[in-house]
């Protein structure tokens, strides 16, 4: 049975996080990040979508249930399950939901934190104990021997996958596996049959081997967005205009030329040693009412919400700083998964 990966702007049950803990990659300083989850957590459900939770036990769950009623959060649309977690990382440790002509298959595809980085083996469960759940109904479950990350794969929704060769094909995912093999099994799991490759493009500080949600999203089946420098002495220069080029040249199933969006690159930010951190607008989230845009208190900011307003017309433009949250290499698509819904 044809399956489908359904773009991001199509009718969605919930947004998955995985709340931050002192037990977790943040440790202490959880705290410090917990303030985005809760400005997420908050625009989402205030718009009456459900944010599903992964707690680490039941103080954890209580605490946050309890944090969220006291920042006015609309709780008939928070729900919650426990399950131990690794890291913050929704996006690429949480199910990706495909389609087929009956139902939604929730794909539990291995996790190995972007090739054995960090520590996953608690993350990598959660897609089987958020099934386990029964928090999600009408949903299958499939789990899949191959290493795929949320992060590294947009879709027009219409069986078009756009991605890089810098992450799908690192041999430390799926062992050095050829982009026409690759393309095989992507073909299987997730019914791709258009295939979009970038080998261009980067930014400074990023872990994951250039995700594409990093870089390039679609924002309408015919228009892609991308991060774009305009500053020669920028390190980010060369690798971006690289990376524009291949965008002009790719074509979509009727072979002609995508719409392209330039995002602006915000100014550097830095961690306390000093090491580049990668704030990126392209990282924005898209839900059933809201685009949710990554901020970092820049002079672009407002500029950059203006884009989106332009573009997502039907949709509330909501800001959330995300600073805190790419002090981990990360910023709020990937903190993020949505769960489609099940049309009938």
């Known amino acids: 049975m044809a399956k489908r990966f359904p773009a991001e702007w199509e009718p969605q049950t919930a947004v998955l996080l995985t709340w931050p803990h002192a037990q977790g990659a943040w440790g202490q ?16 459900a205030n718009s009456g979508q459900t944010v599903l939770i992964t707690a680490y036990d039941m103080q954890h769950q209580e605490d946050i249930l309890n944090k969220l009623a006291s920042h006015q959060v609309n709780m008939n649309f928070i729900q919650s399950y426990l399950a131990p977690s690794n890291d913050i990382w929704a996006r690429d440790h949480g199910p990706i939901t495909c389609m087929n002509e009956k139902t939604a298959i929730q794909c539990d595809f291995k996790f190995n934190a972007w090739g054995k980085k ?13 099934f386990k759940s029964q928090l999600l109904k009408g949903y299958l479950a499939e789990k899949i021997d191959f290493v795929l990350e949320g992060g590294s794969i947009e879709t027009d929704g219409q069986g078009t996958l756009l991605t890089t060769t810098q992450c799908l094909g690192n041999p430390h995912r799926n062992s050095n596996l050829s982009l026409v093999e690759l393309e095989q099994y992507l073909h299987e799991y997730l019914g791709f049959d ?11 500080g990023d872990d994951t081997d250039c995700h594409i949600d990093t870089l ?3 924002i309408n089946p015919n228009t892609i967005a991308y991060v774009h420098c305009d500053d020669p002495n920028d390190p980010h220069y060369k690798p971006l205009l690289a990376m524009k080029n291949q965008l002009e040249a790719l074509r979509n199933k009727e072979h002609q030329p995508y719409q392209l969006v330039p ?18 607008y392209a990282n924005f989230l898209i839900t059933n009412q809201l ?5 970092y208190q820049d002079k672009l900011d407002s500029a950059v919400l203006e884009i989106f307003q332009h573009h997502f017309p039907e949709r509330e433009i909501i800001g959330i700083d995300c600073r805190a949250l790419i002090e981990q290499y990360g910023s709020l698509h990937c903190m993020t998964m949505q769960i489609p819904q099940v049309l009938r």
């Open 29 to 44: 300083e959880y705290h410090h990040v917990e303030t985005v989850f809760i400005a997420v957590a908050k625009a989402i």
């Open 118 to 130: 960090y520590d996953y083996e608690f993350d990598d469960a959660i897609p089987s104990a958020l």
């Open 194 to 204: 258009h295939f979009l490759w970038l080998s261009e493009g980067k930014m400074l």
């Open 216 to 218: 390039a999203r679609f």
């Open 263 to 280: 995002l602006p690159l915000p100014s550097p930010h830095f961690d306390g040693k000093g090491n580049h951190l990668p704030a990126t």
């Open 291 to 295: 685009v949710l845009v990554p901020l």
